[in-house]
């Protein structure tokens, strides 16, 4: 078991901030965890796992060990007629397992192609795109309790998924570490193409009847073509969720700017693009030294190179308070600041 003292942590998140780490350990199945969260010269350290490090901004050192996931494993459990039951190491890259599920034809996972990270990261903040989460096909997941070493499986129903919301994020922080999620496919995948322009992407191309493979080219080129690659330029995805307000409050900003990007969130409520009300406040392509806003989507902060944690979310925190003033309306940081 190999652990690193003083580990820099950039090469860890996809912002690109340097920080360090006081210890780094990676563990491959349960027993390397167990080792490495029992080890005497650990004790007393506070953890932290990682998997891709790409919903994280650190704003300090981390004084504590860093626990780097990398189970893996891709292993059908069960299926029958309708469904394969696939279980996945959570250090499984968690496009890789996308693209098996696309490669053998079994459907759900499509539209979240091309989303950075690990599978056992995907449950915390129940990952979307395209109008599909994570929990419509989610089955299950294991994870190890950290205070007293026991393995807990957690069906659908305990994980409290919401938008950009669990249990895990919750309650459930820093209180489990999540070793593998099974995932209920469909071997007669109905394709969800109605969302954001996977259909003009279709038509772009001439796909006319299209297949688990089309649906994912077309969401893989979509991403490509509106989000930054963190190899080229650092940042974490949509720095704010996007914010569910009265319709009342939509409805005042409408009468000012009546294109305003606003979708039904339920009786009474509506979900506003939160990208649209930075664009509108000034925002966007913002730069200031080495971090700003991104150029194309008001939603992602950026790491132009050398920028610490602090400067994005002090940028965040003037963006919050901008959007407040202009329209009344709070944004929540999607991204984990640690
Ligand atoms: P990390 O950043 O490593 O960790 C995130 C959090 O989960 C941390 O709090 C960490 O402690 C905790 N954690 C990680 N692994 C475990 C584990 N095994 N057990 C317990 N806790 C754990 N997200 C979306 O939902 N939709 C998108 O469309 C999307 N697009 C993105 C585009 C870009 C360019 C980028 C950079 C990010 C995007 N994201 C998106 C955000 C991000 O990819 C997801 O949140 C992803 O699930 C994070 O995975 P990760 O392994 O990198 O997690
Ligand atoms: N918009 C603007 N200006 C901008 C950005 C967006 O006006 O600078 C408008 C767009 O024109 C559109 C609306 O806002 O009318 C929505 O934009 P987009 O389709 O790009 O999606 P988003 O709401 O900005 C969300 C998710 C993304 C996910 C996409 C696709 C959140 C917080 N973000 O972005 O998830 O990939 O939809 O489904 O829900 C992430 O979580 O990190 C992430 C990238």
Known sequence: ???????????????????????????????????????PELSGLSRLILGGGSNVLFTRNWDGLVLLNEVPGLDVLREDDE?????????????????????????????????????????????????VELKDTFDSLEALK????????????????????S??????????????????????????????????????????AP??????????????SKLPDPKVIGNAGSFFKNPVVPLAVADAIRTEYPDVAAYPAGEGYVKLAAGWLIEKAGWKGFREDGFGVHKDQALVLVNHGGATGRNIFDLSTRILVSIHERFGVELEREVNII
């Open 167 to 208: 249990f895990f994020k919750r309650e459930g922080k820093d209180r489990f570490v999540i070793l593998n999620v099974t995932f209920k496919l469909s071997k007669r995948p109905a394709l969800n193409t109605s969302y954001g322009n996977i259909g003009q992407e279709l038509a772009k191309r001439g796909i006319t």
């Open 83 to 131: 469904h394969v039951w696939l279980r996945s190491g959570a250090g499984v890259v968690w496009h890789d397992l996308v693209l098996h599920a696309v490669a053998n034809g079994w459907g759900g996972l499509e539209n979240l192609s091309l989303i950075p990270g690990r599978v056992g990261a995907a449950p915390m903040q129940n990952i979307g795109a395209y109008g």
């Open 211 to 224: 297949t688990l493979r089309d649906v994912s080219d077309a969401v893989i080129a979509i991403r490509s």
């Open 146 to 165: 950290v205070d007293d070493g026991t393995m807990v499986t957690f069906r659908k129903e305990q994980c409290h998924f919401g938008y950009r919301e």
């Open 1 to 39: 078991m190999e652990i690193l003292r003083n580990a820099d942590l950039k090469p860890y998140n996809t912002f690109g901030i340097a920080a360090r780490a006081e210890a780094l350990g990676r563990f491959h199945d349960l027993g390397q965890l167990r080792g490495l969260l029992g080890a």
